[in-house]
């Protein structure tokens, strides 16, 4: 045997042993998975059926090491794990199944297929419950998904999808994790903006009344979050902690850096939303 061979050879006993803690299991899956690649995916898929029941963040994580390493024989189980997911939670406890469940299910749905018909729709049934950021990370991945789009669905942006499932795996599957990071991706503000106790590494967080009496949220380190599954997960987090605070009514991305949100909400209270948020996505020195 090669060492590779080796390895997958004592890596598959600890994927399938259900009394080793499902962290390790999975980490051990990720490794399977990078050597082993479409003849593993039996063995991760599995997991999906191991998780902590309706733990879609785990469960998210599984299809994750599937849509970076593995084959399509799984398809059927998440699709159907993924309407389950759309149809039970909101928020952002679905969205790590939302994208990892799309990239995978869109990588392996050959183009013009019953598979990818099947996948486009079930998006579209589901548009009014997506996020914000659900949206546009949805869009910017699948051009012509959104409902209302003349003629039939167009095809997703297969490499682009691969790419981002690849470089932005995280081997743990645990809620504490740590946040990924691209160390090089991000600025530092000069100092705070007035009125906010925002330390000074975490950027500005400026909100302008708009003409039309709405609030402008521009927040400086949005601009630099470019490591895709972080900036999937941080865009995520800005809509929610938006749409949690008193009086707002809507929040719409409009640019990169702004959100504009409709409400009665007080500026302060939108700031002082923010601040967990771009404190949990600074990366640590």
């Given at each position: ?88 939670v909101r928020g952002s406890r679905r969205d790590v199944m939302f994208t990892r469940g799309v990239q995978y299910l869109a990588v392996h749905a050959a183009p013009g297929s019953a598979e990818l018909s099947r996948l486009g729709a079930l998006v579209r049934a589901n548009w009014a419950t997506l996020s914000e950021g659900e949206r546009w990370w949805a869009v910017e991945r699948w051009p012509g998904i959104q409902p209302g ?137």
């Amino acid at each position: 045997w090669s060492s590779d061979e080796r390895v997958v050879a004592a890596l598959r006993p600890v994927v399938s042993d259900a009394s080793t803690r499902f962290v390790l299991r999975l980490i051990g899956a990720t490794a399977l998975a990078k050597r082993a690649g479409s003849s593993a995916t039996g063995d991760v898929a599995s997991l999906i059926d191991q998780a902590p029941r309706g733990d879609y963040r785990q469960i998210g994580d599984v299809v994750h090491v599937m849509a970076a390493f593995c084959g399509g024989q799984a398809w059927e189980k998440v699709f159907d794990c993924l309407a389950t997911c759309l149809a039970e939670v909101r928020g952002s406890r679905r969205d790590v199944m939302f994208t990892r469940g799309v990239q995978y299910l869109a990588v392996h749905a050959a183009p013009g297929s019953a598979e990818l018909s099947r996948l486009g729709a079930l998006v579209r049934a589901n548009w009014a419950t997506l996020s914000e950021g659900e949206r546009w990370w949805a869009v910017e991945r699948w051009p012509g998904i959104q409902p209302g789009q003349p003629g039939p669905i167009g095809e997703p942006l297969r490499g682009a999808l691969l790419e981002e499932a690849r470089l932005g795996l995280v081997p743990a599957g645990h809620d504490d994790r740590p946040e990924e990071t691209d160390a090089g991706a991000w600025d530092d503000a000069d100092e705070p903006v007035a009125g906010d106790d925002l330390e000074g590494d975490v950027g500005e967080v400026e909100v302008t009344e708009t003409p039309d009496g709405r609030w402008k949220v521009e927040i400086e380190l949005a601009e630099f979050v470019r490591q895709p599954s972080v900036e999937a997960r941080f865009r995520f987090a800005i809509d929610e902690a938006l749409r949690g605070v008193d009086g707002v009514a809507e929040v719409v991305e409009e640019d990169r850096e702004v959100w504009i949100v409709s409400g009665t909400p007080k500026p302060e209270e939108l700031v002082q939303a923010l601040q967990p948020v771009l404190r949990r996505f600074v990366p640590e020195d």
